[in-house]
């Protein structure tokens, strides 16, 4: 499924704000008389709750800060390694690298 465009205003009258540029920068209509903050009919969407990603499309990340929380992850699985040592690091992607998961930083 392809996700919504989310147009600037006046995109089509000005070349140099986007109407044919393939990554447009949103920016929030903050006019008085704006047609695009006032929502009206006909003119482009406005970002607004709801239009966000469904959570099964996130990738599942785990944070690891001790060797117990390796025996809870399954092979191929992302990890971030955080707040520890450089000692304790080192181990830690040892241990990560048999199990075979993706270490992410």
């Excluded at 000005?14 to 044919?20: A, D, E, L, S």
């Excluded at 920016?27 to 990603?53: A, M, Q, V």
């Excluded at 390796?70 to 690298?97: D, H, N, P, T, Y």
Aim: hydrophobic share 30%; glycine share 8%.
């Amino acid at each position: 499924m392809k996700g919504h465009k989310f147009l600037r205003t006046n995109t089509y009258k000005f070349k140099r704000i986007g109407g044919t540029k393939k990554k447009q920068i949103w920016r929030k209509p903050r006019g008085r008389h704006n047609k695009l903050r006032e929502k009206i009919k006909g003119k482009p969407i406005k970002p607004t709750i709801g239009f966000k990603k469904a959570e099964t499309k996130k990738p599942v990340l785990r944070n690891v800060e001790c060797l117990r929380d390796i025996e809870s992850i399954a092979k191929g699985q992302e990890v971030i390694i955080s707040r520890i040592g450089k000692k304790k690091r080192k181990m830690l992607i040892e241990k990560l690298k048999e199990k075979g998961a993706k270490i992410l930083n």
